[in-house]
């Protein structure tokens, strides 16, 4: 760790996401000293890769209700209708603070915002930039304004390996770095560390996206829900090694999921067709595949000059593995996506544990539910994020003790080996012999990380005995209405 290092700070936020970006940013603008941390470099988060865009309703057709309505109805009966409420109206300030920002979304020809439509929405609502590489265009533009704020101290190449305050409170964290063990105090400490897809033999997500964030706060007595719930994207890329998402973008401009022969086949399964909740859609897709059938997403009916000009990351990462984006068809199947659950938080961020606060993809609002809306995840990192730092801030000053120092982690788990456990018995359709078959074998493995998150989601999977959303099981195949109703946030004050 570099000289300077400073054992305290006003916030500390672990994960360099968007999420933590935007939460540096607006706590330095409340004059607060940032310390921000994060495993890796600060352009090596998830959300780098996120390609579609954020959702907002702004249009002349459009209106924050329906694009509630919209959330709701995707998240299967369990998104919590004032988080939803919070997510959508927030949401079109959160916007125009990107643009303040220097965000630079992209814009038709008479300079208007390009709003394109996605899966699961009723309007065009999802504001894009650099064609389908938005979660990049915005971490740039963010990672500037960081690095350019003298109140922001960045450490990268350090991960937080555990909580200052005793397990009762939080009061900043034990960061490792260049093998120094520190203890960094902070008023408030908001966990911004990502997903867990990495957990799965097939994802999208990066090698980093472990869950390290939730199983820390979890290790300390935070609760945590819904982690049972994780989002499987049906469109990746079925060719070469690491699974190449292709946006769901792509089929708002209108290309058409087929069989081998070239048959549209989702008009049959759903009044959207390719436009169908994205649970639908990756259950028709994995159905397919244990059908032995394959599945390919054509655009060779669009125009070829708007396809490469919309989607030009899109088009090189597809020539990367000797695929024309704009005249062959493209192997698609399900991969591991995106976490529903996390730490659960109120409406301003807060957990179970008075001075820890948790946003993005670590987090579990409640406004997703079952099944994520596409677009609302880096909605939610910004609009939660704001929350949580305002609380935060405004909040009293903890005096916890710092706890004894934790163990370095030694033991690594056998990744290679959970991550195709946890595809075969915890993947996108799940039974009650694969994952009590999963959770022994997890139970005899040493205690990391990895291993902690993967017995949270594999329990709670095995609790939940039906298929809502995201969440499939062979041996419960129906949803079961009983278990409807969302278990709502506690009450929070409002911010602006």
Request: some cysteine.
């Amino acid at each position: 760790m570099p000289e300077r290092w400073s054992h305290r700070t006003d916030v500390l936020i672990v994960g360099a996401g968007l999420a933590g970006l935007y939460a540096s940013l607006e706590a330095a603008a409340r004059g607060a000293r940032v310390t921000l941390v994060t495993k890796g470099s600060l352009q090596s988060s998830n959300s780098f890769m996120a390609q579609g865009g954020i959702a907002a309703a702004v249009a002349d057709d459009d209106d924050p209700a329906l694009h509630a309505a919209d959330t709701l109805a995707v998240g299967r009966g369990i998104a919590d209708p004032a988080a939803v409420e919070v997510l959508v109206r927030d949401g079109i300030r959160r916007v125009a603070d990107l643009e303040r920002l220097g965000v630079e979304w992209d814009r038709d020809e008479a300079g208007r915002p390009e709003l394109a439509r996605e899966g699961g929405h009723s309007r065009n609502r999802i504001f894009h930039a650099g064609g389908a590489a938005t979660g990049a265009a915005i971490a740039r533009a963010l990672i500037v304004r960081v690095l350019a704020d003298e109140r922001v101290r960045v450490v990268e190449h350090a991960a937080a390996i555990g909580l200052l305050g005793g397990g009762e409170a939080c009061a900043g964290a034990w960061v490792l770095g260049h093998d120094e063990l520190v203890p960094v105090r902070a008023r408030m400490t908001l966990l911004a560390t990502g997903g867990a897809g990495a957990l799965y033999a097939r994802t999208t997500n990066p090698a980093g996206a472990t869950g390290d964030g939730i199983a820390l706060a979890q290790r300390s007595g935070a609760r945590v829900r819904h982690m049972e719930f994780v989002q499987f994207h049906p469109t990746a890329v079925a060719a070469g090694g690491r699974a190449f998402l292709v946006s769901e973008a792509v089929r708002g401009e209108g290309a058409h999921l087929v069989s081998a022969d070239g048959e549209r086949f989702m008009p049959a399964e759903h009044p959207d067709a390719e436009l169908a909740p994205r649970d639908v859609v990756t259950r028709v897709l994995q159905a397919r595949l244990e059908r032995g059938e394959a599945s390919f997403l054509s655009l060779r009916h669009l125009d070829p000059d708007h396809v490469q000009g919309r989607f030009p990351s899109l088009v090189e990462g597809c020539a990367g593995l000797d695929i024309d984006l704009c005249r062959d068809p493209v192997p698609v199947a399900p991969a591991a996506h995106y976490l529903m659950g996390g730490i659960a938080t109120d409406l301003d961020g807060a957990t179970s544990l008075a001075g820890l606060y948790a946003s993005g993809e670590s987090a579990c609002t409640g406004a997703h539910g079952a099944n994520r809306l596409a677009s609302n995840s880096l909605l939610e990192c910004f609009v939660f994020a704001h929350r949580a730092v305002h609380a935060g801030l405004d909040a009293p000053t903890m005096d916890a003790p710092d706890g004894p120092a934790p163990e370095r982690p030694l033991a690594r788990a056998r990744l290679p080996e959970l991550r195709r456990r946890m595809w075969e018995d915890a993947g996108p359709v799940r039974d009650r012999d694969g994952l009590e078959g999963l959770l022994a074998w997890l139970d005899g493995q040493p205690e990391s990380n990895p291993v902690r998150v993967a017995t949270l989601i594999a329990s709670a999977a095995l609790e939940r005995r039906e298929s809502r959303g995201a969440h499939l099981r062979r041996d419960f195949p129906d949803l079961d209405p009983t278990l409807e109703g969302a278990e709502p946030c506690a009450a929070a004050s409002s911010t602006t």
